[in-house]
């Protein structure tokens, strides 16, 4: 660790090399394992020769062929795309005193924040926030009908919380009401 | 190579190979199906033209795979993958480099003196749980006794100040380790997440002279 942290960074897209890794795995490992056994008793195996014969039968122009082939396209192409774009933050950076002291929340975080606060909102029944690069999406369900009052009140709970957290810059809040019948009740 | 030009290097390269074979299949499939008669069949693109597989033609030409070699071939390529695969997902889990022991002796022949890191951690840890709020604290400590970094990764109640938080951590931390160092800290990074998890008071252990009983901490209520 004597390089210098960085907390907020681009993701390494970890997870689509790891399955493409594992996938290589399985596959190497299978191609190795029929192989041997090819070696050993002189024929491939049942689902190894299955495979074969079903590839030595494909024909240009048949439409396998070119659904595998659109299938390869779009993989092929997702890949690409996965490798060259940069991908979102997925921290928020937080304002520190000192120029050497980084702090940072993680988005999920902020949507947690976000949801605590509106919860605290008298009227508001259940809620749900999706925090993404600059804005918070907050989602109320409320029984009473007065949902503009309710959707004034919220956002700005919610944007006070925000700005007294010390993100820098403060994301813009956005806060959807809907009203629900609860059945029971008058 | 860092991990994420690893992984973006080896992801762009399998997505181009995927991206060409479907492409130019894609294209072999069209002008087998009949858009041969959309090109010109003149100049150098008749000649590729004539080249291109007719429908109905196998996709692949006679194979070895019977034979012996052809197995062995087939062997070692399987290897190679499974290898490749393997070091690829093992370089995927993430790894601390050991930290090394603050030494903070100038001349050996007057005694050694070295310190553990994850001694110095533990002790900021519960330097750190002692804030209100905080609910877990996880301290790093890496480089050295002349240059000290110091990763912080905390879990808060979701209610608390942040911006007291980190302004009293960043005060606290800086300043208690520095001292305990004798240097001054060159970086600290602090990674705040925040949970439904109410922070349990710590310290209030009532001690009742009369009945000699400790209490257990209580969660703070409301």
Request: aromatic share 2%; net charge positive; hydrophobic share 45%.
């Amino acid at each position: 660790m004597s390089r210098r942290l960085r907390l907020r960074r681009r993701p390494r897209r970890t997870l689509p090399a790891a399955l493409v890794a594992a996938l290589l795995v399985v596959l190497g490992t299978l191609t190795v394992l029929a192989a041997v056994l090819r070696l050993i008793d002189g024929a491939w195996p049942g689902p190894a020769e299955r495979t074969l014969s079903a590839v030595r039968s494909l024909t240009w122009g048949s439409g396998l062929v070119l659904t595998v082939a659109v299938i390869a396209v779009l993989l092929g192409g997702w890949l690409v795309v996965l490798a060259c774009s940069p991908g979102r933050f997925r921290h928020y950076r937080l304002r520190t005193a000192g120029a050497n002291t980084e702090a940072v929340l993680p988005h999920t975080s902020l949507a947690r924040l976000a949801v605590a606060h509106a919860r605290s909102v008298d009227g508001v029944q259940r809620v749900v926030a999706i925090a993404a690069g600059r804005t918070v999406r907050v989602r109320v369900d409320t029984p009473e009908s007065s949902t503009g009052a309710l959707r004034t009140a919220v956002t700005d709970r919610v944007r006070r919380a925000l700005s007294a957290s010390g993100l820098d810059p403060v994301p813009r809040v956005v806060v959807v009401v809907r009203l629900r019948n609860t059945g029971g009740q008058p | 190579m860092s991990r994420s030009l690893t992984n973006r290097f080896g992801l762009g390269l399998l997505g181009l190979g995927l991206l060409s074979a479907g492409l130019v299949s894609v294209c072999v499939t069209a002008v087998t199906r009949g858009a041969a008669q959309l090109l010109p069949s003149y100049g150098t693109l008749a000649g590729v033209t004539s080249q291109l597989p007719t429908a109905g033609a196998p996709l692949l030409p006679a194979d070895r795979l019977g034979t012996l070699g052809g197995a062995l071939v087939v062997v070692v390529a399987g290897l190679l993958l499974a290898a490749l695969g393997l070091v690829w997902l093992i370089s995927q889990i993430p790894r601390h480099s050991p930290a090394l022991p603050f030494r903070f002796h100038d001349d050996v022949s007057s005694g050694i003196t070295s310190l553990s890191p994850k001694v110095l951690a533990r002790m900021v840890d519960r330097d750190v749980l002692a804030h209100p709020g905080v609910t877990a604290a996880r301290t790093v400590l890496g480089g050295s006794t002349r240059s000290p970094h110091v990763l912080l990764r905390l879990t808060a109640y979701e209610l608390t100040d942040l911006t007291q938080l980190v302004d009293d951590l960043e005060r606290t931390v800086m300043t208690d380790l520095s001292t305990a160092l004798e240097r001054p800290i060159e970086h600290l990074s602090m990674e705040i997440s925040l949970g439904a998890d109410r922070p349990v008071v710590k310290d209030v252990a009532v001690r009742d002279h009369t009945a000699a009983t400790e209490r257990e901490p209580q969660p703070v209520p409301g």
